[in-house]
């Protein structure tokens, strides 16, 4: 007798598993569904189900074939991730779903009592197109079951009374349609619906809260729409409109909310932008402060507000821009000293604040500044054991980029140039704190700024040239600022004379890929000057 392939083998059991568990235990196909089998497996599994059932004659199906069609639904609409589907096998799901769906109606038509299709299945079906990456098309088809599943509950079928997931799953179908310009007002038509149908009685099941807003208020936040940071405040004072004068209070915003409102924007460029982000910051906090502890800021709050400030420091070089971020960030310390976990700070934002005071080279000491804000990230990393805050390499860079910016006489030279040692010799001395190839080049930097004796230069860039290529962080920028900061001979020593290009590969391994970016892009440049005539 011949040999059966593996393959073969499994292919007839597998057949034989999905017959028994259609006749015999329809519950174990949820355990099926649910395991850790390949993701085709689960596909053609779920496929020769679906269509056992379906290709059956109108009227013919048992009751335990009928109580399957559920499990079928909510397994093709609830395990993308596990079927590994594209977008043309998420519109299968989605046809396959509502294939069951229509089944469960046909049988109901033809007198079986035991097909009773049920607002969950509904429901399947919008998620399934939903999810099934189809676009403006699958929020168009979602909104129609929307509708139908409202017409027939007012027509009398309580079987299919749309939810507050119904209404949430066609919200969100919405706003996945990137290819749909109007995403962002077709979800808020439907939520809009949504609210006018629970206000006039038609459905008590419609009931809007917090959640429903949210995935609009996103839409409009991400939209880049000229009109949506107003279009994302308007939904905000239209929930607290439902909470405090129509009584719903489900719907009310919370701090969440706010920082969507907030977060647009951000991102929307707008030159009015951080003085709105504050008011809005301000109101947050006086609201707080009055009793309504829902939309008290947090560290996400705090983190748009220091963000917003960025345009100011970094376009238009706002010698108050450093300093009034570093007071933002000294109330959030100071609300989580006081016991307010929600406002545990983070490396991002301090590495804001030390970046703003390393740009602001029009203060004076402002690298001191900067030092400062890193003393106090280091703090609250040892002694207040908050880990989220620990200090990274960025954090050291930036300050001893603001000591390399320094101005001023020989003294305030010095002085700038042993912070910047100080400095560097702290990141040097912690594995998560390591130099790279930023903080060599800011650093050679500082040797040619700072240093007013040509021999101490030289002597100092020697080392702290070893150090740089033993460590593989030779970038073009650490090549360029050594080449300024030493003599013509210690150059030739250290070099041998070679352009960057020629030198080692061993002392550049391990440059960020950003900075090899950088270098391809100058050395395309040089060779375009070269070829020019």
């Known amino acids: 007798m011949p040999k059966r392939s593996r393959s073969s083998s499994f292919l007839m059991t597998t057949t034989i598993v999905s017959a028994a568990l259609i006749f015999t235990a329809p519950t174990r196909i949820n355990a099926y569904i649910t395991s850790g089998l390949p993701a085709h497996t689960h596909r053609a ?76 299945d509904y429901n399947a079906v919008m998620k399934a197109w939903s999810m099934s990456g189809e676009g403006s098309k699958a929020a168009v088809r979602a909104e ?17 009374q749309p939810n507050l997931e119904s209404y949430q799953i066609a919200i969100e179908a919405w706003t996945r349609a990137s290819d749909e310009p109007n995403a962002p007002a077709r979800a808020q038509q439907i939520l809009e619906w949504m609210i006018n149908t629970y206000k006039s009685g038609a459905n008590d099941k419609a009931q809007p809260n917090t959640l429903c807003f949210i995935p609009v208020l996103k839409a409009w936040a991400s939209s880049r729409k000229l009109e949506g940071p107003i279009m994302a405040e308007h939904l905000i004072m239209w929930m607290q409109q439902l909470q405090f004068q129509e009584e719903i209070e489900s719907a009310k ?61 970094k376009k238009f070089y706002d010698m108050g821009g450093a300093r009034r971020a570093d007071k933002i ?26 970046d703003y005071w390393a740009k602001t080279q029009s203060v004076r000491g402002h690298f001191m500044k900067a030092r400062d804000v890193l003393d106090r990230q280091v703090k609250m990393f040892r002694e207040e054991k908050v880990r989220k805050c620990r200090p990274d390499v960025t954090g050291y860079t930036s300050v001893i980029a603001a ?20 400095t560097f010799m702290e990141s040097c001395a912690e594995k998560y ?12 930097k500082a040797v040619g700024r700072l240093l007013n004796n040509s021999d101490e ?17 030779l970038g073009d920028m650490a090549f360029m600022r050594m080449k300024a900061a030493v003599s013509n001979v210690v150059y030739k020593e250290l070099t041998g004379g070679k352009t960057y290009e020629e030198l080692p590969e061993e002392w550049k391994r391990n440059v960020t890929k950003r900075q090899k970016k950088y270098d391809m892009r100058q050395n395309a440049a040089k060779k375009s000057n070269q070829l020019r005539p």
């Open 45 to 120: 599994f779920l496929r020769k189900l679906t269509d056992d059932i379906c290709n059956q004659s109108i009227g013919s199906l048992s009751p335990e074939e009928m109580s399957t069609c559920p499990m079928l639904m909510s397994a093709w609409a609830t395990a993308p991730e596990k079927l590994n589907l594209s977008s043309d096998n998420g519109r299968e799901r989605a046809l396959a779903v509502e294939g069951l769906l229509k089944r469960m109606i046909d049988e109901r038509r033809a007198g079986n009592a035991e097909a009773i299709a049920v607002t969950e």
């Open 253 to 313: 915003p919370t701090t969440l909310c706010f920082n969507i409102v907030m977060s647009s924007w951000l991102k929307s460029a707008d030159i009015t932008s951080e003085k709105r982000i504050r008011q809005i910051f301000e109101y947050m906090e006086s609201s707080s402060k009055k009793g309504n502890v829902d939309v008290q800021p947090d560290a996400g709050s705090y983190n748009i507000v220091i963000s917003s400030i960025s345009p100011a420091v």
């Open 329 to 354: 960030l000294a109330r959030l310390e100071s609300g989580y000293l006081n016991g307010d976990e929600t406002l545990r700070p983070d490396s991002i934002i301090y590495n804001q604040v030390i």
């Open 144 to 160: 129609q079951i929307l509708i139908q599943m409202q017409d027939l509950y007012q027509s009398g079928d309580k079987n299919v």
């Open 403 to 422: 000591c390399a910016s320094t101005y001023g006489t020989v003294k305030e030279k010095r002085r700038s140039f042993n912070m910047a040692h100080l």
């Open 457 to 473: 230069q030289d002597k100092y860039a020697r080392t702290l040239f070893k150090l740089c290529c033993d460590d593989g962080f």
């Open 433 to 444: 704190t390591q130099p790279n190839d930023v903080t060599y080049g800011v650093m050679f």
